[in-house]
């Protein structure tokens, strides 16, 4: 027995059909569209490909909404441009991270043999000194020790949301102790 593709069209007499999903040979034939639009979008060939073979893949997955009769290639290219965009914006959200991490004095930064090495200083160690326990635990272990959320988690007893709550907030008030800013006083531990 032949398993039939998620594309193929079938006609039940019984009950009559919602919206057809774009046939396999239809999809073919818009390919070298595809890649000619993706060209125009994406700088490099392989990022062209990536693009083409995501818009595929996210057609296949939502080929229920495409609707019988309407344009299979201004759906498809509307798809495409929106995993273009999508992509666009995850690549600036990720560039300006790494941004952020190139000038925040907390970036621990590995070695080669990728054990964490974190400037500890006396001007560090007084200010982590200053933090209260809870906090200072998670940097000690996370940051210092290298721990996982999840290990560092289980060390403490605590979930691992508020590790890593914990851990924003320390560096926050490291940051500022460092930087020569007072920070609020926290009135509680996460």
């Known amino acids: 027995m032949r398993s039939r593709s998620p594309l193929a069209q079938v006609h039940h007499p019984a009950s009559p059909p919602r919206s057809r999903p774009p046939t396999k040979l239809a999809l073919d034939a818009e390919l070298p569209r595809l890649f000619a639009q993706a060209r125009r979008l994406c700088a490099r060939e392989s990022d062209a490909q990536d693009l083409v073979q995501d818009t595929i893949v996210r057609a296949l997955v939502h080929e229920h909404q495409f609707e019988a009769g309407s344009n299979l290639r201004a759906w498809l290219r509307q798809i495409q441009l929106s995993v273009f965009v999508s992509r666009y914006r995850r690549s600036q959200r990720e560039r300006r991270a790494l941004g952020r991490l190139a000038v925040d004095p907390c970036a621990w930064v590995q070695n080669e043999s990728s054990a964490p090495v974190a ?23 996370v940051d210092i020790g290298g721990y996982e959320y ?19 907030r320390a560096r926050r008030l490291l940051v500022t102790e460092l930087g020569g800013e007072r920070a609020k006083p926290l009135d509680r531990a996460a």
């Open 119 to 141: 400037p500890v200083g006396a001007g560090v160690r007084g200010s982590l000194k200053a933090l209260p326990d809870g906090f200072r635990q998670v940097v000690e272990l």
């Open 150 to 168: 999840r290990d560092a988690a289980e060390a403490l007893g605590i979930p691992v949301g508020t590790v890593m709550s914990r851990l924003h």
